[in-house]
């Protein structure tokens, strides 16, 4: 369901802490997500390894438009190392969706672009049995998260 310019979200997620970040989008163009990992990356780090479900043609074509957008950056494309991390996605991303989906429920919107910012912020404070802890305190060392 589009809302407004918006029709794609971004799910970003590093699979040492679980830390998830969400990004609305307006296409599936490799230009926009390289903009918005640029984003991601300058604030946490950029990771050396970049996955995703879109398959090894798009992930090359983003790792580009990232190079060609910060030259320094090393970072290659790379499957998954253990089956179970296409689970951990999978899981990720129906996570997302039913808390996104509660979300604009409990707050009576269809603004799903809006409502991302605060799933993320759940999506991190909760106990992650992976990690065995929040995702805010895998990444931050924080216990409860901002």
């Not at 479900?53 to 090359?60: C, K, M, Q, V």
């Not at 689970?87 to 429920?105: P, Q, Y």
């Not at 809006?114 to 929040?134: C, D, H, P, W, Y």
């Amino acid at each position: 369901m589009g809302d407004g310019q918006y029709k794609w979200i971004m799910v970003y997620q590093d699979h040492l802490t679980k830390f998830v970040v969400l990004r609305p989008l307006t296409s599936k163009r490799a230009c926009e997500v390289a903009f918005q990992l640029v984003d991601i990356f300058t604030l946490l780090g950029a990771p050396v390894i970049l996955q995703s479900d879109n398959g090894s043609e798009f992930t090359a074509v983003v790792i580009r438009e990232l190079k060609k957008m910060w030259p320094e950056l090393r970072l290659v494309h790379g499957k998954p190392r253990h089956p179970q991390s296409q689970g951990s996605v999978e899981r990720a991303n129906s996570d997302i969706k039913d808390m996104l989906i509660s979300w604009m429920s409990d707050n009576t919107t269809t603004q799903w672009s809006f409502g991302l910012r605060f799933v993320q912020f759940m999506k991190n404070r909760s106990f992650n049995a992976a990690v065995k802890r929040s995702p805010y305190q895998a990444l931050l060392g924080v216990k409860d998260g901002p």
